[in-house]
């Protein structure tokens, strides 16, 4: 789950999209860098490593998730110089449905929605706290061997508070407000009641990430 200040996103997992799953958990590892604007510190640079564990079902034609985690480390560089990320925490919700399904050269299309919240210090005493909305699509194919390969696509916003003692809070917020990237899901072989899943994914332009999750499906 690459992911923006709050941390969050839920839609890159076919687990818990497929007809014969009404249930799935997981777990996830990912890094991101963001670039953000910050009032009077001007451009700021975050990043981030974190993991994160889920639980979602279905609702008729919907998968509803809550995720919650963890940062792990990471860094803030500003204006007023680098620190590193002390650990911290990160939660949210989310909504995603398949509109799609495959139909020869046709890509499925899913999205989602997603609302989280995360923060943490750092090691000079500074603090954040975040807020992110995101919309996400993703469509590609399954190519077989219970392997799928999707595009993805994210507009996301929300505000990033940090602050300092002594020092006046800064409010701001990330300067792209988009993803975009690729992935891929591999459904190992198992039993058909209970579905093992790994989905990769690479975010390469905007706020910038990649992350690797297993999620088990019942």
């Given amino acids: 789950m690459p992911a923006g200040p ?21 777990i996830a590892v990912s890094v ?5 604007e910050m009032g009077d510190l001007g451009r700021a640079t975050l990043d981030r490593q974190q993991v994160a ?23 803030w560089r500003s204006s007023s110089g680098e ?19 495959q139909d020869g050269w046709r890509p499925f299309l899913r999205n989602s929605y997603t609302l989280a919240a995360s923060g943490g210090g750092d090691s000079g005493g500074g603090s954040m706290l975040a807020f992110d909305v995101r919309v996400g699509v993703d469509s590609g194919w399954n190519v077989g061997g219970g392997c799928e390969l999707f595009g993805v696509g994210r507009v996301f916003g929300g ?6 003692p002594g020092q006046s809070t800064q409010l701001g917020g990330d300067a ?40 088990l499906g019942f």
């Avoid at 505000?159 to 300092?164: F, G, H, I, T």
């Avoid at 899901?185 to 390469?204: C, F, K, M, N, Q």
């Fill in 159 to 164: 505000p990033v508070w940090w602050w300092r």
């Fill in 32 to 36: 991101m860098r963001a670039q953000l």
């Fill in 83 to 101: 620190v590193a990320l002390r650990p911290g925490w990160l939660g949210g919700i989310g909504l995603s449905r398949q509109w799609l399904a």
């Fill in 6 to 26: 709050a941390g969050i996103e839920p839609d890159a997992d076919v687990t818990a999209t497929t007809a014969t799953v009404h249930q799935a958990a997981g």
């Fill in 176 to 215: 792209w407000h988009v993803q975009l990237g690729a992935g891929a899901a591999w459904s190992l072989p198992g039993s058909h009641a209970l579905r093992t899943t790994v989905v990769a994914e690479v975010i390469a332009l905007g706020e910038i990430g990649a992350s690797l999750g297993l999620s």
């Fill in 53 to 75: 564990a889920w639980y979602g079902r279905t609702f008729g034609a919907w998968v509803g998730r809550v995720v919650g985690g963890g940062v792990i480390g990471g860094s």
